[in-house]
């Protein structure tokens, strides 16, 4: 059974930095393609980044880019998002989550497996 759990969600100052980490158990991690997505309150879930099962490439939400660096290491079955510079607006539910296939896609309806999320949380 495929499980992906989250941590380094927390409350942060705007201006401030965020880690996140996904680990993944179950399949072979290094086949798939992995992305994080965000929901906020009364809102639908976004792509935030995502990332190709070698991590050769990324990609981005426009909001996040230059601020947010999604990486994996397939020899620890994890991914991470560093999330810098914050602003209020980045506060929501962050999703691990992993792809049917190998390369990333900003759709939620690519991804087949979901971690249980972590909160997160930037103060003004």
């Known amino acids: 059974q495929v499980q992906l759990v989250e941590s380094g969600g927390g409350l942060v100052q705007a201006g401030g930095s965020l880690r996140l980490s996904c680990a993944a158990s179950?399949?072979?991690?290094?086949?798939?393609?992995m992305g994080w997505f965000r929901q906020a309150p009364g809102k639908e879930r976004e792509f935030v980044a995502a990332i190709n099962w070698s991590g050769g490439s990324t990609g981005y939400q426009d909001s996040v880019k230059g601020r947010f660096t999604i990486s994996r290491d397939n020899a620890k079955n994890t991914v991470d998002l560093q999330m810098n510079s914050l602003k209020p607006e980045d506060t929501a539910v962050y999703y691990c989550?992993?792809?049917?296939?190998?390369?990333?896609?900003?759709?939620?309806?690519?991804?087949?497996?979901w971690g249980q999320g972590t909160q997160v949380t930037v103060s003004s």
């Open positions: 179950g399949r072979t991690f290094s086949r798939f393609a």
């Open positions: 989550a992993s792809a049917r296939g190998r390369y990333y896609s900003s759709s939620p309806r690519d991804y087949d497996y």
